[in-house]
Every structure is written in C-alpha cells, then in structure tokens.
C-alpha cells in the first residue's frame, strides 16, 4: 500500500468515528428533550389549540430556517401557521401579526437583538407567546408566556460554534408539537391530502376508483354463454388482462383472467367450444366506484389479483381497472 492510501484510509476512518461521534451527541441532545414534554409543553398546545388567528413563527439564521420548517410542518398538519423574518418584521412585517395570533419564536440564545426588539410591540399587541430557548434565564424566555427549554450540553460541532444539536432539537420539538395539534384537532389523512394535492400522497389518497376506472364501451365484458374464444378477443381488445361475465342484467358472475388462460391451457380444453361460464372463476372481487382507489389497491395486494371490476349498488357492473391505471395514477 503506497503512502497516499494509506493516508486516505486513515482518514476515511477519522471521518466514519467523526460521524458517530455527532449522532451520538444529537441523539443524546434529543433523548434529553423528553424533560421538556410536560405541563409547559401541554399549555402551549391549549394556547395554540384556542387561537383564533394563525401561529406566526420567527427566528433568526439558523433558528429561522428551524422555525421555517415548524412553521410549514404546522400549515400541513391542521394549525394555520407561517414564518415571519424578524428582520423584517420590524421594518414593516409586523403588520402581518394580529392580535388574534400565537408567535413562537426560536432563538437558542434567547438573547436575538432581532426577536428583542420586536417584544414590545407583541405585548403592546397583547399577542401571546412561546419562546423556544436554550437557556431559561434568557430574556426571551422570561418574556414568553410559555417558555419551552431545547437546551442541548454542547453541540455536535467539534469546533462547538455551529449550531448542530440545538438545531436539531429545537426541530423536534417542533414537531412534538406540530404532531400533537395534529392529533387534538383529529386531523385525518384526507384533511392531510387536500393540503398536498399535487404530491403523490394527494394523489394516493384523494383519488376515487370512479377516477381511474374504465366505463361503457371500455369495459370487457362478455355474456355467459358467450364461448371462451369470444372472451379472449375481447381480453385483446380492451387489454386489461381480464374480463367480467356477466346475465342479461348485466349482474356479474364471474371473471376470467390471463392466469385462468394459462390454467385452462394447462386442462386442454378446446377454447373455441367451451363456454366462458363453465371456466370463469365464480365468486370474483368487485368494488364499489365511490370507494378511494387506495382501498382498492389494499384489496388487491391482499387477495393477490391485479385487476378488479366495479359494481353499482346493485352489484351490476359499471367499471373496471388493473393494476397499470393505479400505477399511473400515481396510487402504487
């Protein structure tokens, strides 16, 4: 092994041990935090919880991207929140808070010149306040309704300059919060996906069976005494990889798919004298056109199929998909 090598290894090594070495400390930091989950922690969730305007948060560098991400983990989860630069807060800003609001404000310090000098004006305002600090004889804490501590031992920056602990920290504590709120308003996974219509996740759980299945003429189908010769062209045509048999009624009876084909191959029957009726598999899964296709997708992979018809409520067919229109709906 030549010198440059070795010296590389050396270092991979150092730079592995550094790595542990500051998730470590942060976990400990946070594993720390469990002491500020009390009745400080639970007050401040009433005071949100009872604010008729919206939760401004505000922080300055480091804090202010932490408070950013509160703020915007808060406004996806059912508390109307925002971020507001305390910077620029005092040079015009501040009109954005009303009384009717609660202001978190982050500073580990809790000695922010920024978030200071807006103090005055929040109390003259009579607007409440939660300060997120690291040191509880700070001013912002005494000046805060509710001070809740993120106080970390040391950072995980060798150096102990750059704010790596105590960020992280006061993150998770916003997201304690964020998450209990969520839970007190009983905010759903539907009130979840309309705040993310354009994600994947609205996708998953806002569409319906109705938005992606096949209707009227897409939808194979062939009657009972139709041949199974009869079936497999119209399995071609519609390429679903299945078709629904159906009565006069249009009630379903049963389905056939490509893996009936391939179990019927196995028996030597004739396909073009044999009756669909007499190989269709009876008893098939349907599903209703109102129900989330998410619902569906879940029956599907539990019953191991990869395509489904869809039923009125009179059980008569009106729809059918497969596996491929979920994949490119976005629901798989």
């Known amino acids: 092994m030549n010198q440059t090598s070795s010296q590389n290894q050396i270092n991979s090594k150092q730079i592995k041990k550094l790595g542990l070495a500051v998730i470590e400390t942060e976990i400990s930091a946070v594993e720390a935090l469990k002491s500020t989950i009390n009745d400080g922690f639970a007050k401040a969730c009433e005071l949100i919880l009872n604010c008729e305007g919206r939760v401004v948060v505000i922080g300055m560098g480091k ?46 310090s809790g000695e922010t010149n920024e978030i200071l000098t807006i103090i005055p004006i929040l109390k003259r305002l009579s607007v ?89 003429s897409e939808i194979p189908q062939v009657h009972e005494n139709d041949t199974l010769r009869d079936a497999l062209l119209v399995m071609t045509e519609k390429g679903l990889g299945m078709t629904g048999i159906v009565d006069d009624n249009l009630n379903i009876l049963g389905i056939y798919t490509d893996g009936d084909l391939r179990r019927t191959l196995d028996k030597n029957i004739d396909v073009h004298k044999a009756l669909i009726k007499d190989v269709m598999t009876k008893n098939c899964k349907t599903t209703k056109s109102h129900l989330l296709a998410a619902e569906a997708l879940t029956e599907m992979q539990q019953n191991k199929i990869s395509a489904m018809l869809v039923v009125d409520k009179n059980d008569k067919l009106v729809g059918a998909f497969n596996m491929h229109d979920l994949l490119r709906a976005g629901v798989v």
């Open 63 to 108: 804090s202010g991207h932490i408070g950013n991400k509160i703020a915007a983990t808060m406004a996806s989860t059912g508390t109307p929140a925002f971020f507001v630069h305390p910077g620029e807060a005092s040079h015009g800003d501040l009109g954005m808070i009303t009384p009717k609001d609660v202001v978190i404000a982050l500073s580990n």
């Open 128 to 216: 409440p306040m939660i300060s997120i600090t690291g040191r509880a004889d700070s001013t912002l804490s005494t000046e805060a309704d509710i001070d809740l501590h993120a106080g970390v031992e040391k950072e995980a920056c060798p150096l102990g300059l750059a704010p790596t602990s105590s960020t992280t920290v006061a993150l998770v504590l916003g997201d304690a919060l964020a998450v209990a709120l969520l839970d007190a308003r009983g905010f759903t996974e539907e009130d979840f996906a309309l705040s993310h219509p354009g994600g994947s996740l609205g996708r998953r759980l806002l569409l319906h069976v109705k938005d992606i299945m096949h209707t009227d």
